[in-house]
């Protein structure tokens, strides 16, 4: 054996030393991700490939009399083995990593070890390395080596390395020959979450209604209080709250993904994705256990109106419980998923000098190829002794054409007040029943609520207005779909928004 250069050995030994000084912590489980080069078939030949960088050639030529690497299986004498295993981050952070390498021991000092060589062949990080012998292959014997990267012997955690460079040399000097290398790289999990009503925590399901979630709200200019209807003809911002700290894996990982926001139009049931337009989406990072406000710009608002919005945190970290099939029900991925969150609060304000508002509310069918059969329900949240708006106010419905026709006068607490028209009368809420929905149709039902604005009428109120109806996923039961909440201010000026 010859020409053994000794400035390898100075750098495993000094990484061991160093390494031992910083010990880092990392929890957390996720699906695995398992990097194979070379193939395990005992040595046989033909040889395999290696990949090594740029970097770590110009490393091995400017220490070793041989430059280049040997392939696997190649067990002829001095030169060295290196590979390298890239793009390790592509799924987010490195929570754990183990390397399993099928090594022949042709050498009586020969070691292993990983590095991190810069292009240029100059290391980025401080590496890692020992004497195969110490690591279980005594000279003249084969065998393989089995390596938890964050309880490396001496100590040493590398993992803070991997994710700080994303990638890994692999070494081996310098007469030994390598059958294959694997390389299994665990993502951190993460478990981010949005609210979906005050009372959540991030498990699933959550309990209806899901549709008025706390942590969306659009402002009209940056840094609003409280949640305004979207503006059209100039720029609105959509604020959500994430949260990495939910119920389904341990609190302690820093999260990164993507933050998408969409609308519809406002109304009860919604179809993933067909009714739903993009805002706009942002990179996010999220350190360990921390709540924090986001802002996607909204710079297309399509018309005057009102709109229902979809937030979708998506990261590798953290995958959806129930995966989003085409065609399915917006409410059902919403309670089944916490990375979803979804808002439909419109904002009413009455005064003496608008003393009533309009709105479209659209009653969508969920099934695809069969009519189906919807109730839409006025409700009346949080009522706990305080008047309600139908005490101090007017809520009419006038439903389309085609569901008037249709539709036999059945329910409770409205009266028909004209052609197409009904008033809700009890102060509790209503209910109209076996509206007749066309297959996958979206019809729309006119909402006008009004008020004699006087100083006793004055007050804040809400009103929901939700759709029942079958779905797909669930096609014989009428249960509730979605909805909109109207939070509705009676006297106080147009401009001025409740919180």
């Not at 005992?42 to 970097?55: D, H, L």
């Not at 810069?118 to 020992?130: H, I, N, S, Y």
């Not at 020959?177 to 959550?206: E, H, I, M, W």
């Not at 549709?211 to 209807?229: A, E, F, K, M, Y």
Request: contains cysteine; hydrophobic residues 40%.
């Amino acid at each position: 054996m010859h020409h053994r250069q000794s400035h390898p050995r100075t750098t495993f030994s000094s990484a061991i030393t160093l390494l031992a000084l910083v010990a880092f912590t990392w929890s957390g489980t996720a699906q695995a991700q398992t990097f194979t080069q070379g193939i395990a078939d005992n040595f046989v030949a033909p040889t395999e490939p290696v990949s090594p960088s740029a970097g770590m050639l110009s490393y091995i030529t400017s220490v070793y009399s041989v430059p280049g690497s040997r392939p696997f299986d190649d067990a002829s004498g001095d030169r060295w083995f290196a590979t390298t295993f890239t793009n390790l981050r592509r799924n987010g952070p490195i929570c754990g990593a183990t390397l399993r390498m099928t090594v022949r021991n042709l050498g009586s000092n020969d070691s292993m070890g990983f590095m991190f060589m810069g292009p240029g062949g100059t290391p980025l990080a401080t590496g890692w390395g020992d004497s195969l012998p110490n690591l279980g292959v005594a000279f003249g014997a084969t065998g393989t080596i089995n390596l938890n990267l964050a309880a490396l012997p001496g100590a040493v955690n590398l993992i803070p390395t991997l994710n700080a460079q994303g990638f890994v040399d692999v070494i081996v000097q310098d007469d030994s020959a390598v059958d294959f290398v694997s390389l299994t790289v665990t993502q951190c999990r993460v478990d981010v979450y949005s609210k979906d009503t005050l009372s959540d925590v991030g498990n699933t399901p959550t309990v209806d209604p899901i549709w008025v979630s706390p942590d969306i709200r659009v402002c009209q200019t940056l840094g609003c209080v409280g949640h305004q209807n979207p503006e059209f003809g100039q720029p609105n911002y959509v604020y959500v709250t994430l949260r990495n700290n939910g119920p389904l894996v341990p609190v302690g990982n820093p999260a990164s993904g993507t933050l998408l926001v969409y609308y519809t139009g406002s109304g009860g049931a919604a179809v993933w994705p067909t009714d739903w337009a993009p805002i706009g989406s942002i990179p996010v990072s999220l350190a360990a256990g921390a709540t924090q406000e986001f802002f996607v710009p909204w710079t297309t608002v399509p018309a005057p109106g009102h709109y229902c919005l979809l937030t979708r945190w998506v990261s590798a970290q953290d995958p959806m419980t129930l995966v989003e099939l085409p065609g399915s029900n917006t409410l059902n991925n919403t309670r089944w998923n916490n990375n979803l969150a979804w808002k439909n609060i419109n904002v009413v304000n009455l005064t003496s000098f608008a003393p009533s508002s309009e709105f479209d509310f659209r009653l969508r069918n969920l099934l695809r190829d069969a009519p189906g059969t919807a109730a839409l329900e006025v409700r009346i949240p949080q009522r706990t002794g305080g008047p309600s708006f139908l005490q101090r106010g007017q809520l009419i419905l006038t439903l389309p054409q085609e569901l008037w026709a249709r539709w036999q006068h059945q329910g409770t607490g409205f009266e028909v007040v004209g052609e197409r028209q009904v008033r809700i009368v009890n102060p509790n809420g209503a209910r109209l029943e076996g509206l007749t929905l066309d297959p996958d149709g979206a019809h729309h039902v006119g909402v006008r609520f009004s008020a004699q604005v006087t100083d006793a009428d004055q007050g804040k109120f809400e009103v929901e207005l939700v759709q029942h109806s079958a779905s797909q996923e669930n096609p014989t039961k009428v249960e509730e779909a979605g909805g909109v909440r109207f939070d509705i201010t009676v006297g106080q000026p147009a401009n001025t928004q409740p919180k």
